[in-house]
Structures are given as C-alpha cells and as structure tokens.
C-alpha cells in the first residue's frame, strides 16, 4: 500500500492518522525537492521514530516508489499537504493504474497559513511560481498571473523556487514587473509559517531592498484591493 502524508508546516505537525500510517509502513520516504525544510530531518526522525530515506525528483518522478508499494506498505512524506502546489497527483495515477492501494492524509499548508495575513483566501487569484533566474535564461512568464489577478482585483501568491534567497527573489520581482509595466508598491513577506521563526511582513517595496535576514521557506504575497478588514489586519504587520 503506499500513504501519502502532510507533515504539515513543522517537525511536530504531522497528524495521529499520519504516524499512526507511518508505524506500518517498512520504508518511509521523505520528498526533498519543493521546500527548504525549516527543520533537519534528524528533528523529524525523531518525531516520527523511523529512519527516512530522502527521496528527490528523480526517484518520486521515475515511479520507483509506486513499485515499491505493490509489495510493502511504503509512505511518501510530503512537507504540508501532499496533493498542494506539487505533481503527486501522477503517484496516485499510476497506483491506481497498478491496481495498488493508496491513501492521502492531508495535512496544512501555505495555503492555509497565509490566511493569518487578513487577506481572505476566496480573493486571491492564481498562484503565481518564481522560478530561479539563470544567465541566459530569465523567465518572468509568472508575473502574468499577477497581472491577470490584478485585473481581477484578486491578491497574488508568489511561490518562491528554493534555490532563490530573498535578495535575488527581490530582484527577479523587480525586474519582472518593470517588464510588465506592473508598479509594485507594498508587499507582503511570509517566512517560515507555522513555526518558531513565523514572520509576516507588510512592507513597501524600498524598505525590503534592505532585507537580508528572510528565513527560508517563505513566499511573497501582492495585495490586490483590500476589503477594510483585511486592511485593518495587514497594516497590524506593517
């Protein structure tokens, strides 16, 4: 049988379903390629009591795992909800396909947590992904959905590649939205949701230049207009 399961957004979040799960699995693998994790995975170890095997996009992509599950229960460790912001969906495809058994246990995830900022979620638009910039390869294809949600007056939710620290995700932003003719005024800047470091920023977009110090895994967040309760609760971060 293979499991996926949410970790949720700490090392301590994973749901009683989810361990309970774990126990019966005999490997547990852990997906290592769509966060930086805000914890080692010694720390999860510990929480769930089994040794983990790290899994990147090769091994989950090349289905081995799915195989792996005809024979033995095996679990897929997935940080926040497995099927959020991810291609895991083609696990459950191909389970089903193999005649394998399977079962989702869901967890939270950025998308819950940004709810904190005040910005209501049924106003937000399309997510938008930043993907890191090479030298010869600069896409800004992401801003957009930004200009689309804009136009919508829906809020945008950037989701950040994990190769890029905050200063070059800054720059992309910039860079992208002169290219849009898009005039960038507050962001938003959540960091590491759902644990010890959480910070959420409301910031105009000269005052982050300065920042050095954002903590992976954080997203950056572009208000669209405001309801006066929303705006009431973002200005409490500014």
């Known amino acids: 049988m293979l499991y996926l399961i949410g970790l949720g957004l700490n090392e301590k979040a994973i749901s009683k379903e989810g361990l309970d799960a774990v126990k019966k699995c005999k490997r547990v693998y852990l997906e290592n390629y769509t966060v930086d994790f805000p914890y080692t995975e010694h720390q999860l170890e510990e929480q769930i009591g089994k040794k983990i095997v790290s899994a990147n996009r090769e091994k989950v992509e090349s289905l081995e795992i799915v195989d792996e599950a005809k024979k033995l229960d095996v679990a897929l460790l997935i940080y926040g909800?497995?099927?959020?912001?991810?291609?895991?969906?083609?696990?459950?495809?191909?389970?089903?396909?193999?005649?394998?058994?399977?079962?989702?246990?869901?967890?939270?995830?950025?998308?819950?947590?940004?709810?904190?900022?005040?910005?209501?979620?049924?106003?937000?638009?399309?997510?938008?992904?930043?993907?890191?910039?090479?030298?010869?390869?600069?896409?800004?294809?992401?801003?957009?959905?930004?200009?689309?949600?804009?136009?919508?007056?829906?809020?945008?939710?950037?989701?950040?590649?994990?190769?890029?620290?905050?200063?070059?995700?800054?720059?992309?932003?910039?860079?992208?939205?002169?290219?849009?003719?898009?005039?960038?005024?507050?962001?938003?800047?959540?960091?590491?949701?759902?644990?010890?470091?959480?910070?959420?920023?409301?910031?105009d977009i000269e005052e982050v230049e300065s920042f050095t110090g954002v903590r992976k895994p954080y997203c950056i967040i572009l208000p669209s207009k405001m309801h006066f309760v929303e705006k009431e609760v973002l200005e409490g971060f500014s």
């Open 81 to 203: 909800s497995p099927l959020t912001a991810t291609t895991h969906i083609s696990l459950i495809e191909e389970a089903k396909a193999s005649k394998i058994k399977y079962k989702i246990i869901y967890n939270a995830s950025i998308f819950d947590a940004i709810a904190e900022t005040g910005l209501q979620l049924y106003k937000f638009g399309k997510v938008a992904s930043m993907p890191a910039w090479k030298k010869s390869f600069t896409p800004d294809s992401f801003m957009k959905i930004v200009q689309q949600n804009m136009s919508q007056e829906a809020h945008s939710l950037i989701l950040i590649d994990i190769r890029l620290d905050f200063t070059d995700a800054l720059n992309q932003l910039k860079k992208s939205a002169e290219n849009h003719n898009i005039k960038l005024k507050k962001i938003v800047i959540c960091q590491s949701m759902g644990t010890k470091n959480q910070k959420i920023l409301y910031r």
